[in-house]
């Protein structure tokens, strides 16, 4: 498999700029790697390799490692053209870096045949999903992410997921946003591959790129000025919008209509099966809302989910805990929750929710509210005994997840599968003189 990862990263760059390679695997119950020139060091546990999920991830890992090999090892921002040992380097390319990495690890694996579309799509949702239900996104643009990685990105907060966001999954995002538009705008001619072997070529080994060079190589290859569109995705904190990307390959995002569908039909019915799961909420996940708690819509977003006006999805407050000898106490709250509303600080102590001891799980202490209700929250705040109206509420079960649409054209049909590299499988020519069954499997 990490063959056929290495095969398609070379036929993707077009050249081998190394004589030999090695994966150093450290089974160390730890995970994420480390790119050199030649090599990488990559951590990871005993039991990566027989769940599936898991062994995708580490597969995901490879294949992450192995891109740097072109993309940071030669092809360098200008600021580390030469590596400055005595101070940090700050620069705000980090997001073609390691957000182009991120984008390019799991597509290598669909590619090369390891995950399914269907898998894939999986894969992409949640890294929108992430990006989509991260307050932050709204305070901080990406070139910003990027240029504080230093002392924002690695020295987080209680209060980093409302003003900060992730240069690796907003510039995964962006980076898929940005090979659709050329695409678009080239009518299929050229993509996010071509742009990377362009900068290749043009500055790996020599001075290293500005974001400015990644805009003009762009222009060139685009046909036409994407000036606004850097501006929007990378520069500024507007939403991004996802309605080009969808229309090009016949996707729609959430639970937005589909208007390709008839009667009775679905995308997931009416497709090719391969329509993008529904990702389970991670770490990162909260209410998609504005700074001032308003929904998104479609006019800023370009393409949003529909979201249900009765919320039906999990109870929760937006309190994340930390165990601390024997006491649960706050060590975040997501901007606009309900946690948020009722006056929860970080740092306190929460020790019973309507008279009842909280124990090590406020979660767990929800599960008797069946609706959305009022409870009444003990908490000790700097030795301080309070009393809070904490409101329990239903989070909007709001979805990001890509799902291929029940009738797509012909058109998006074939975009899809040239940006996945799916190649059509040759029909089998029936055999009329035999028809008895082959004794051979068909594994």
Do not use: C
Request: charged residues 25%; negative net charge; glycine residues 8%.
């Amino acid at each position: 498999d990490v063959s056929k990862v290495v095969a398609e990263h070379q036929r993707m760059w077009g050249l081998v700029p190394y004589a030999q390679y090695h994966f150093l695997n450290v089974i160390a119950e730890s995970g994420g790697g480390l790119e050199h020139d030649n090599s990488t060091l990559m951590l990871s546990s005993r039991w990566s390799f027989r769940d599936k999920r898991r062994y995708q991830r580490w597969l995901g890992l490879v294949s992450h490692e192995f891109f740097h090999t072109w993309n940071i090892r030669r092809l360098r921002p200008r600021s580390l053209a030469e590596y400055d040992y005595e101070n940090e380097n700050y620069f705000e390319e980090l997001w073609v870096a390691e957000g182009v990495t991120s984008y390019y690890d799991d597509l290598a694996l669909v590619r090369a045949g390891l995950t399914s579309p269907k898998e894939y799509l999986s894969a992409l949702s949640r890294q929108i999903t992430s990006l989509q239900t991260t307050e932050g996104r709204l305070r901080q643009s990406l070139a910003d992410s990027s240029f504080d990685a230093w002392i924002k990105y690695y020295r987080t907060n209680e209060n980093s997921r409302n003003t900060t966001i992730s240069y690796y999954t907003k510039g995964a995002v962006v980076a898929f946003l940005l090979d659709m538009e050329i695409r678009r705008r080239t009518d299929g001619d050229k993509s996010l591959d071509d742009l990377m072997r362009s900068l290749y070529d043009e500055f790996a080994g020599k001075q290293g790129y500005t974001n400015a060079d990644v805009l003009a190589e762009a222009n060139k290859l685009a046909g036409e000025d994407l000036s606004d569109w850097f501006e929007d995705a990378i520069f500024s904190t507007n939403e991004l919008k996802y309605n080009h990307a969808m229309e090009w390959l016949g996707l729609r995002i959430g639970d937005a209509p589909d208007p390709t569908a008839t009667t009775g039909d679905s995308a997931e019915a009416g497709g090719s099966g391969e329509a993008g799961e529904k990702p389970a909420p991670d770490a990162a996940a909260a209410n998609s809302k504005d700074a001032n708690g308003k929904g998104v819509t479609a006019d800023t977003q370009g393409v949003a989910p529909e979201t249900p006006t009765k919320p039906t999805g999990p109870l929760w407050t937006g309190i994340g805990t930390r165990t601390e000898d024997g006491r649960t106490v706050v060590s975040s709250i997501t901007e606009g929750s309900p946690g948020f509303e009722a006056g929860v600080n970080v740092d306190d102590e929460l020790i019973a929710l309507n008279s009842y001891r909280i124990g090590d799980s406020l979660t767990s202490r929800l599960e008797p509210f069946n609706k959305d209700s009022y409870a009444t929250l003990l908490i000790s705040r700097r030795g301080k005994l309070l009393e809070i109206e904490l409101p329990i509420k239903r989070r909007s079960p709001t979805s990001w997840a890509l799902k291929k649409l029940a009738n797509p054209s012909d058109e998006q049909t074939a975009n899809f599968r040239a940006w996945l590299r799916i190649v059509e499988e040759p029909q089998a020519t029936p055999n009329k003189k035999d028809d008895a069954p082959s004794s051979k499997s068909s594994n």
